[in-house]
């Protein structure tokens, strides 16, 4: 039993590249989230989604799309890179009995220079 | 629109000793609020979930109170050791949805 998993763990892009940060989990969790995290900051959430097929904003939206085609997963898309976006990047998932309890993968590093 | 601050925002004490982080919130109306630990560069593990009707809960050395009412919440460690050298980052989810509001965490450094 993996939990939540997250690919790459590092990244380095160049303003104006796109690229998806990957999020799977194995515990067949209805809810999940994107959050990022700034340096000395908690966490924001970007994006979530209560199952396959339905997705929605959370506080800080701009500048990432979403999709959740299967249940197991729920890529982030950045489509134009810019400095703004350099954080670290966790996925979380949540099962529907106890939706409050959230697993979070081990994030994702990434600078845009 | 619900906030939640942590003070202090970083702290070292000596190891031995017990010490109380704080974490306050600015609307009552919460389902739970969870406290948990994030080492560098590594996610989040949970430490302890209390409920909204609960006033604590307790994990070996670690217990946790609620006090909905004044919008505040603290994290006791007892006999802190180099190991609970970590940054801890308490979150509400508000009533109603099933989002996590967080804190800015205190950066806790255990001296040996």
């Known amino acids: 039993n993996a939990g939540v998993t997250q690919t790459p763990k590092f990244r380095i892009l160049k303003i104006g590249q796109s690229m998806t940060l990957q999020c799977t989990q194995d515990m067949n969790h209805n809810y999940m989230y994107w959050y990022r995290q700034d340096p000395g900051m908690g966490l924001k959430l970007i994006y979530y989604?209560?199952?396959?097929?339905?997705?929605d904003k959370g506080e800080v939206p701009n500048g990432y799309n979403v999709s959740r085609s299967t249940t197991e997963d729920f890529p982030l898309r950045l489509e134009l890179a810019a400095p703004s976006q350099t954080s670290v990047y966790f996925c979380a998932s949540a099962s529907a009995p106890d939706r409050s309890k959230q697993y979070f993968g081990p994030g994702t590093r990434l600078t845009v220079l | 629109k619900q906030e939640v601050t942590q003070i202090p925002a970083a702290l070292s004490v000596p190891e031995g000793e017990n010490l109380v982080l704080n974490c306050s919130f600015t609307d009552s109306a919460i389902y739970n609020l969870q406290w948990f630990r994030q080492d560098p560069g590594k996610g989040l593990t949970s430490l302890l979930l209390?409920?909204?009707?609960?006033r604590e809960q307790t994990s070996g050395r670690l217990n946790a109170s609620l006090d909905k009412s004044s919008g505040r919440s603290t994290l006791y460690i007892a006999a802190s050791q180099p190991g609970d050298s970590a940054t801890y980052l308490c979150a509400v989810v508000p009533s109603g949805t099933y989002k996590y509001i967080f804190g800015t965490g205190t950066r806790l450094k255990v001296l040996a």
């Open positions: 209390i409920q909204s009707s609960q």
């Open positions: 989604s209560v199952g396959a097929g339905i997705t």
